[in-house]
């Protein structure tokens, strides 16, 4: 188990950036799954982006490719993800997420919230159009 603390959410106009991070604490594994979601008002929690530490695959939903960039630190042990080109419907609190059994996965698995056992309590991105 591993504890997870997301920052950097906030206001922004659209076509603006922002970049989240998730500050991972506790013991981890070589290998291990970290994924950003997010969750609008009256919406089912989405999978934004994944990442496999130790293992090298990155996934990303349809509705952020090229605009959204997940990427690790290892030695300041955080996560973050970068978002340009910011739209209104991207407005959500996001949550990191971590899976420390680290099986092997699909693309559509990674950012699923089944995967994950640890959970951030979530940021909030407001993007105005």
């Known amino acids: 188990q591993v504890q997870l603390m997301e920052s950097g959410g906030g206001s922004v106009q659209a076509g603006g950036s922002l970049r989240l991070s998730c500050a991972v604490s506790?013991?981890?594994?070589?290998?291990?799954?970290m994924g950003w979601f997010r969750q609008a008002p009256g919406k089912e929690r989405e999978g934004v982006a994944s990442?496999?530490?130790?293992?090298?695959?990155?996934y990303y939903a349809d509705s952020v490719k090229g605009r959204f960039t997940i990427s690790q630190d290892n030695a300041k042990n955080t996560v973050y993800l970068l978002m340009n080109s910011l739209k209104h419907e991207d407005t959500a609190t996001y949550y990191c997420?971590?899976?420390?059994?680290?099986?092997?996965?699909?693309?559509?698995?990674?950012?699923?919230?089944?995967?994950?056992?640890?959970w951030g309590p979530g940021t909030q991105v407001t993007v105005s159009s």
């Open positions: 990442i496999w530490i130790g293992g090298g695959k990155i």
């Open positions: 997420a971590a899976d420390l059994k680290a099986p092997v996965v699909t693309a559509m698995q990674a950012l699923r919230t089944t995967l994950y056992d640890d």
């Open positions: 506790g013991s981890t594994p070589n290998q291990y799954y």
